[in-house]
């Protein structure tokens, strides 16, 4: 059994593996060490007599405390997700330690899932990134656009009467309000942009797999055609590939 910690720019995600199947999962928008303690201590309250927690992992694009290390490490097999941090695949992205972790084991997770493939890894959260990794096992990149809460927050503070709304799922292609307007023009450009993204990938390493994950997938995997492959806590996945392969390394 493991944990699996992803601090990510809005939640904090901390999640209970076997192997790898995710057993329980708990997220936060904020975390203290005193609520770390309580969810390990629940998820070893809930074991059988024959499971026990021996590894664990923490991944973060955020700072946190250094109390949460020394208490993992006081517990656990401990790997902490860093640039220099061993993975099962080729890092080829030139500025290694500029990575986020997130889309680092995304693509981990993506290749251990569909190895030897040309994979897209489109994760829509506070940022939408996309990220390659090719049939060589070898990551190359990818682009970071703003995610759809950044987009609505960006109209707001930069203008003087457009209001800050929240996203909505059906949207008209058409606005005929201001409040439509602009969510027509925050969802359907968001929507235009991934599958422009998307047919570029295509055209450029044919054929290529593309996964969807993230906060918003929901919304765009019913929107986008039936070849997307959604993968609910891709994340986490790759961060449990990545510890796996650390402790047998």
């Known amino acids: 059994m493991k944990i699996v910690i992803d601090f990510g720019n809005t939640l904090k995600k ?3 593996f076997k192997e790898k199947k995710i057993v329980d999962i708990k997220s936060f928008k904020q975390i203290n060490l005193k609520q770390l303690k309580s969810v390990i201590e629940e998820f070893e309250t809930s074991l059988v007599s024959e499971d026990k927690i021996d590894a664990a992992i923490i991944s973060s694009v955020i700072n946190y405390p250094v109390s949460f290390k020394k208490y993992l490490k006081s517990k656990f097999k401990f790997t902490e997700l860093s640039d220099k941090t061993p993975v099962p695949i080729i890092n080829k992205y030139k500025t290694p330690e500029t990575l ?11 290749n251990d899932y569909f190895p030897d ?5 489109i994760d829509a959260g506070t940022c ?23 987009r609505l927050q960006s109209l707001h503070n930069f203008t003087d009467n457009l209001p800050l709304l929240k996203s909505k799922d059906n949207v ?17 450009g968001v929507l235009a942009e991934i599958q422009g993204v998307i047919e570029l990938y295509k055209k450029e390493f044919f054929p290529v797999r593309i996964i969807f994950s993230g906060g918003d997938i929901n919304y765009f995997v019913r929107k986008l055609k039936n070849d997307i492959f ?8 790759g961060l449990n590939v990545i510890l796996d392969y650390n402790v047998k390394y």
């Open 172 to 188: 008209q292609l058409i606005g005929k309000t201001t409040e439509e307007s602009i969510l027509s023009g925050v969802l359907n």
């Open 128 to 150: 939408i990134t996309y990220d390659f990794i090719n049939s060589q096992n070898e990551y190359i990149g990818g682009g970071i656009s703003p995610g759809i809460s950044i």
């Open 230 to 237: 959604a993968i609910p806590n891709i994340v986490l996945n």
């Open 100 to 110: 986020g972790k997130d889309r680092l084991a995304a693509v981990v997770a993506a």
């Open 14 to 16: 901390i999640a209970l």
């Open 117 to 121: 493939e040309n994979i897209l890894v």
